[in-house]
């Protein structure tokens, strides 16, 4: 499973950035993909999930009613929509996925840096 991240970037307070990441080496029809990040000096944290399948999502209360996670199935993409960008979200976020017969996330992708400047 190979996952590739892009879209961070520097944005102002209140702003919006919107995440891709491509996804590749397999089906991914009983799989759950989504989003993790870590900001300097905290542990990683979970932001946003997606079943490939059916489509249903999970989100961190710190990030709902801003951000929406999406997925293309013809593009085995999946995006992660922010909105109302806050400093605290400032993070190196990356894209991940786990089987659905699994809590672990066994494969992520490599970072892509999101910095929101007050």
């Known amino acids: 499973v190979q996952l590739q991240a892009s879209g961070g970037g520097l944005v102002q307070a209140g702003g919006s950035l919107r995440l891709s990441c491509a996804a590749s080496g397999r089906t991914f029809s009983n799989y759950v993909l989504g989003w993790f990040r870590q900001a300097p000096g905290k542990e990683r944290e979970f932001v946003a999930t997606i079943r490939w399948t059916g489509g249903s999502t999970d989100y961190a209360d710190s990030v709902k009613g801003r951000f929406t996670i999406s997925r293309d199935n013809a593009k085995n993409t999946v995006y992660l929509q922010m909105n109302s960008l806050k400093p605290e979200d400032t993070a190196v976020y990356f894209c991940?996925?786990?089987?659905?017969?699994?809590?672990?996330?066994?494969?992520w992708g490599q970072g892509t840096q999101v910095t929101v400047s007050s």
């Open positions: 991940v996925a786990r089987g659905t017969w699994t809590q672990t996330y066994g494969h």
